[in-house]
């Protein structure tokens, strides 16, 4: 049974087309993250939920859009897809706030805009 | 600002003897955790070993440790008896208690084991 699981694994689309990423986690964590892995492997946090509620908003253009129907679920929905927003976008969750929370994550979403 | 640095962008290592990856860090906040996580070629990231900032002992997780010196400000990840399955990347990451959850990533480093 997967604890953090994202869907799609990968995802290839055009210049302009409007696309959405699901994250699920069955462990009863409380928080949980999206971050992007750019072309050099960099980790960038997006955004983080805290019990549904939006905590985190990291200078993301407003053409992300994540959503948290409850605190299993954070989606990722992105309008008008650019070249730039080519990446490996991570779900992950942690059991709260606190600093000793490590992050269980989703294996990852490569998206390719093309 | 709080800042990871991780200054060896690649490794080599010989199976089965030990690599130090190193990791140090900026910040000004007494109160922290460090963790380090491995990223195979497969691509998932996987969480190995977590140090908080008032541990008084080096954390240990099977053959992963991390030598922590507090005052020098790095948390360097010791892989003893190497595997080819260590032949990933390793982020170095910190978090505070004071930060929404977030956590701050070094750049990595990928680590080779040679048979």
């Known amino acids: 049974d997967t604890a953090v699981s994202q869907t799609p694994k990968y995802l290839v689309t055009q210049m302009g087309n409007d696309k959405s990423i699901k994250c699920e986690q069955n462990?009863?964590?409380?928080?949980m993250y999206w971050y992007k892995q750019d072309s050099k492997k960099f980790l960038k946090i997006m955004f983080s939920?805290?019990?549904?509620?939006?905590?985190i908003n990291e200078t993301v253009p407003n053409r992300f859009s994540p959503k948290s129907p409850d605190k299993a679920h954070l989606n990722l929905h992105i309008n008008s897809l650019e070249l730039g927003d080519s990446a490996v976008y991570f779900c992950?969750?942690?059991?709260?706030?606190?600093?000793?929370?490590?992050?269980?994550f989703g294996s990852g979403t490569r998206l390719t805009v093309v | 600002a709080q800042k990871i640095t991780q200054t060896q962008p690649g490794m080599f290592v010989q199976e089965k003897e030990a690599v130090t990856l190193d990791c140090t860090y900026d910040?000004?906040?007494?109160?922290?955790?460090l963790f380090w996580y491995k990223q195979p070629s497969s691509g998932e990231m996987i969480f190995l070993i977590y140090?908080?900032?008032?541990?008084?002992q080096n954390a240990t997780e099977g053959r992963y440790s991390l030598n922590f010196q507090k005052a020098r400000k790095s948390a360097n990840l010791v892989i003893s008896a190497s595997q080819l399955g260590d032949s990933a990347m390793y982020f170095c990451?910190?978090?505070?208690?004071?930060?929404?959850?977030?956590?701050?990533f070094g750049d990595g480093t990928t680590l080779t084991v040679k048979p």
């Open positions: 992950a969750s942690s059991q709260g706030l606190l600093q000793a929370s490590g992050y269980t």
């Open positions: 462990l009863g964590h409380d928080t």
């Open positions: 939920y805290n019990n549904k509620e939006l905590i």
């Open positions: 910040t000004s906040d007494p109160s922290y955790g």
């Open positions: 140090q908080g900032s008032y541990d008084q």
């Open positions: 990451a910190m978090r505070f208690n004071t930060n929404a959850g977030k956590s701050t």
